[in-house]
């Protein structure tokens, strides 16, 4: 009957929609867990009376969880399901928004951090490997970038609230409000289907079928993705056996390593944690400015996702890459030559802000996303939740260590060199993106398997001869 046909067609697209929109919610809860912290850190620090290095023990405490949770995920999400990963990872969103609000001292924040952190490991593993699993064919590339715009938008909201928080200067409300969308994710995360990939690789055919018919528009093209589904659940995942056995496959893994670090040396983060503060060095006195300020750095993020959303597919992954990196280090390089002549006029004020937004766009246009993609694309398939698993958790340490030194970084080097050496390290990662990073762009994952594991060049693995 057309009409029953219509009918269930428009509600399997609304059941897409929905488990869609409820994957890259746990995006918005890593990015509102992410850029809470910021606008909460000053009050924080005045209310418990905390040194520099205490203070980037609370920050980075939450990374050190998520390295642990990103490691855990790999084995949950296999052995449990992505679902009840989900499921696990929203409810320890609720209970270390819970805790983290109500921490009587620093030591039981950082200890309620951690479990955070668990919460955002688990969620940065996961939901967009769910997301891949569950999306139509059409949409699944662009799933990534959009799980990124996703988490820039969580860091935007956290900082609009901090904001609206700050004027009666509570930083429990700022941490605590995050139990809300927490909740939302828990009981979202009960009506989703389990993963039909998951479920047929667990040998539960007849569900993924279930699963599929609920999503996709016809049953013909729910068979044939069981069939493709089926054809691919021959190659076994190895990942550990093939790490020591296959070299091609261990410089996979090394380049999913390397990306990762390069993304987070940027000093990306040193930004999103430590905005306010970085606006008081450059002379906002005034806590309000100051918290506007971090809005402003957060929108701008946002806005300059699109930018790589619309270059990704175009221009590439190497020159987009490239021109970023080029964008940080001159951002970074004059806000550090501005701090060593001194910031003194207003005109200077907002130049150095400039830089700084100048900054944020280079990495939202590029490093942001695109180290994602890449390394999503790179892995063969053999090794790919082995290969993803370790650069995943390479993401969450790196970020750590740049948590953690920042305020050292500026007590030890002082603020001009520290801005220094991560404009350095910029240049560095532009050199290396030319000799070792590949063009994927336009290229099937299988042509890029085949030619790094035929020994080809990294540089080289995205190349169609
Ligand atoms: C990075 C995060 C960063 C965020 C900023 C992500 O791609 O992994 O570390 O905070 O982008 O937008």
Request: net charge positive; aromatic share 10%.
């Amino acid at each position: 009957m057309p009409g029953n046909t219509h009918k269930s067609r428009t509600s399997n697209k609304m059941m897409t929609l929905f488990v869609c929109f409820l994957a890259a919610l746990a995006g918005l809860l890593f990015g509102l867990d992410i850029g809470v912290i910021a606008g909460a850190l000053p009050f924080i620090a005045k209310d418990f009376n905390v040194t520099s290095h205490q203070q980037e023990w609370i920050v980075s405490s939450m990374m050190f969880g998520a390295a642990i949770g990103a490691i855990g995920s790999g084995w949950m999400s296999s052995r449990l399901g992505r679902k009840k990963s989900l499921m696990a990872g929203a409810i320890l969103f609720v209970i270390g928004s819970l805790w983290s609000a109500m921490a009587p001292n620093p030591e039981m924040l950082i200890a309620a951090r951690v479990v955070l952190g668990l919460a955002v490991g688990v969620a940065s593993y996961t939901a967009p490997l769910y997301l891949s699993e569950i999306a139509p064919e059409k949409i699944r590339g662009s799933m990534i970038s959009l799980y990124q715009l996703m988490i820039t938008i969580g860091i935007l909201g956290a900082y609009l609230s901090d904001t609206a928080f700050s004027y009666t200067g509570n930083w429990r409300w700022m941490l605590g409000i995050i139990t809300i969308p927490a909740i939302l994710l828990l009981v979202g995360v009960c009506f989703l289907p389990n993963s039909p990939r998951w479920l047929a690789a667990k040998g539960h055919f007849r569900d993924a079928q279930r699963v599929l018919d609920r999503l996709r528009d016809t049953s013909e093209q729910a068979k044939r993705e069981l069939d493709e589904i089926r054809e691919s659940l021959k190659i076994k995942q190895t990942g550990w056996s093939l790490f020591r056995e296959n070299s091609n496959f261990r410089r996979a893994v090394y380049l999913g390593v390397l990306l990762q670090v390069m993304q987070q040396f940027t000093g990306m983060n040193v930004i999103m944690y430590y905005a306010p503060k970085i606006f008081e060095i450059a002379g906002f006195s005034n806590t309000t400015e100051q918290m506007w300020g971090t809005v402003i750095v957060g929108l701008i993020n946002v806005l300059a996702t699109f930018i790589a959303i619309g270059l990704v597919d175009r221009w590439g992954r190497k020159p987009t890459l490239t021109l970023g990196f080029l964008v940080m280090a001159v951002g970074m390089g004059i806000l550090g030559t501005m701090l060593h002549i001194g910031i003194e006029s207003p005109g200077a004020q907002y130049f150095a802000v400039a830089m700084l937004l100048m900054f944020i766009i280079g990495f939202a246009m590029s490093a942001g996303p695109l180290i994602w993609v890449l390394c999503s694309e790179i892995q063969p398939l053999k090794g790919r939740d082995f290969g993803i698993t370790v650069s995943t958790t390479t993401n969450w340490i790196a970020n750590m260590i740049v948590g953690a030194t920042f305020l050292t970084m500026l007590n030890t080097l002082g603020n001009a060199n520290t801005f220094w050496v991560y404009s350095g390290l910029n240049i560095l990662f532009i050199i290396l993106t030319v000799m070792l990073i590949p063009e994927t762009k336009n290229i099937s994952l299988e042509h890029i398997e085949r030619n790094l594991m035929s020994g080809k060049k990294l540089r080289d693995i995205g190349s169609q001869e």
